[in-house]
């Protein structure tokens, strides 16, 4: 009678296991989105050297004002436009290209976060340095530090999120492009962890605005 009263538990239970893995993928997202939405501060101090991942103009300009604070000696601007220089960079964040000369290299070869990490390698491969502030979108940080993790062992990485401007508009989460820019982001995320980076579509991070 025992086994009898068990088994329809057993049935629910076997029933139920496929459910386990979506409720895990479920749970990992509402916590990415929750630290996208209120990414932790970024760690005071200097460091020898800064990165911006391109992606928006905020990024851009939260670099050069790390670079003129003196938080670090100089600068690579990951994945700009292949036609774009100090110039036409620093004019686009509203600023004066004159005291950043000497300090900043602007990379056009990345397209992807893993082409950002190998460009960003290969910047430190030429000038070493054992500190690197990260300055990315909140969002992209959990992804852009995998990667560069990978392809920096032995770096110190410095998460700087900056707040994406999309995200905080009035009525953000309401928009489906901003559910989509997430849990694409939240994929794109869960394949760099899996070490398969390789699968995503090869695409220039998402402009923010």
Do not use: Q
């Not at 329809?8 to 076997?14: N, Y």
């Not at 929750?34 to 990024?59: F, H, M, Y």
């Amino acid at each position: 009678m025992s086994e009898m009263a068990a088994a329809p538990g057993r049935r629910l239970r076997w029933l139920l296991l496929p459910l386990v893995p979506l409720l895990l993928l479920l749970a990992g997202f509402v916590a990415f989105v929750a630290r996208a939405l209120d990414p932790p501060p970024p760690p005071g101090g200097r460091s020898e050297a800064i990165v911006v991942l391109t992606g928006g103009s905020e990024r851009v300009a939260m670099g050069f004002r790390l670079l003129a604070e003196g938080r670090a000696d100089r600068m690579l601007i990951s994945g700009a436009h292949p036609e774009a220089g100090l110039a036409e960079i620093a004019a686009a964040a509203g600023l004066d290209p004159a005291p950043f000369a000497g300090r900043v290299t602007i990379g056009h070869a990345a397209a992807t976060t893993r082409g950002n990490a190998a460009e960003t390698a290969a910047w430190l491969r030429a000038e070493p340095a054992r500190s690197l502030r990260v300055v990315t979108a909140g969002y992209h940080m959990p992804r852009a530090m995998l990667e560069l993790r990978r392809a920096l062992p032995g770096v110190e990485l410095l998460p700087h999120p900056v707040p994406s401007a999309a995200l905080r508009a009035p009525g953000a989460l309401w928009r489906p492009r901003i559910w989509g820019l997430l849990s694409g982001e939240y994929g794109r995320y869960l394949l760099a962890r899996a070490g398969l980076s390789a699968l995503a579509p090869p695409r220039r991070e998402a402009r923010e605005g």
